[in-house]
């Protein structure tokens, strides 16, 4: 079965800073993965996804996240912390057979500190 | 502008009252989904829908009920036999395709007193 585990449920950086959410998976078929970001009191937007072309993708805002398959990782990263990044990001598998549900993980809440 | 409404955006009911939520897309979109939002607990799903009259039951269907008659509507209702409704609902909907992402409505907070 499909999962996802994203480590640190609580991440905070200084502005300028580099910015790593950690995401693993487990998935007994190759998985499409998928980083969202979700602002106070909104829904959820598509920062980037992984479908199988590029391990390196690029998403909105500068970030960007790499597949490893042999690590079974998908974490997000930013070189340089913006305040506006301040939101919670999730992580989330794609379930690529029958009604293709979404897995997501638990949340981490980035904070950006002057 | 295409996307996905949820209204309200807040919603308060007193307990042992039903309440539906309203989804509604204008992205033909085949499926749509509803989950719910605890805190620290991501997001967990309750229903979706993949075509028009035909939806499934989700992670956590118990004490909740949907329809889909259109293409663009899937509307949530909370009966009173959902123990803790209070939580943030959000509506989500996706082309056909599995490679394809979801797409989210804005949520609709539902605190019941």
């Known amino acids: 079965a499909q999962s996802v585990t994203q480590l640190g449920s609580h991440v905070s950086v200084s502005e300028g800073a580099l910015v790593l959410l950690r995401c693993n998976y487990s998935s007994s078929v190759p998985p499409y993965l998928f980083w969202y970001v979700q602002y106070p009191n909104q829904g959820l937007q598509l920062l980037l996804k992984y479908t199988s072309a590029a391990t390196l993708v690029k998403g909105i805002n500068g970030f960007e996240a790499e597949f490893k398959k042999s690590e079974t990782s998908f974490h997000l990263t930013k070189p340089s912390a913006h305040m506006s990044d301040a939101a919670e990001y999730f992580c989330?598998?794609?379930?690529?057979?029958?009604?293709?549900?979404?897995?997501f993980g638990a949340g981490t809440r980035l904070a950006v500190h002057p | 502008d295409g996307g996905i409404t949820q209204s309200p955006k807040y919603l308060f009911r007193k307990e042992g009252q039903n309440v539906t939520l309203s989804c509604e897309q204008n992205?033909?979109?085949?499926?749509m989904y509803w989950y719910r939002q605890d805190p620290g607990q991501g997001l967990r799903l309750i229903y979706y829908?993949?075509?028009?009259?035909?939806?499934q039951k989700g992670d956590i269907a118990e004490g909740y009920s949907v329809s889909r008659e259109k293409k663009e509507s899937f509307p949530l209702t909370v009966t009173s036999a959902q123990k803790n409704p209070t939580a943030f609902y959000l509506c989500?909907?996706?082309?056909?395709?599995?490679?394809?992402?979801?797409?989210f409505g804005p949520g609709t907070r539902l605190t019941v007193l």
């Open positions: 989500a909907s996706r082309p056909s395709g599995a490679r394809d992402e979801q797409f």
């Open positions: 989330a598998v794609s379930v690529a057979r029958g009604y293709n549900k979404l897995i």
């Open positions: 829908s993949q075509i028009v009259n035909d939806f």
């Open positions: 992205l033909n979109h085949d499926a």
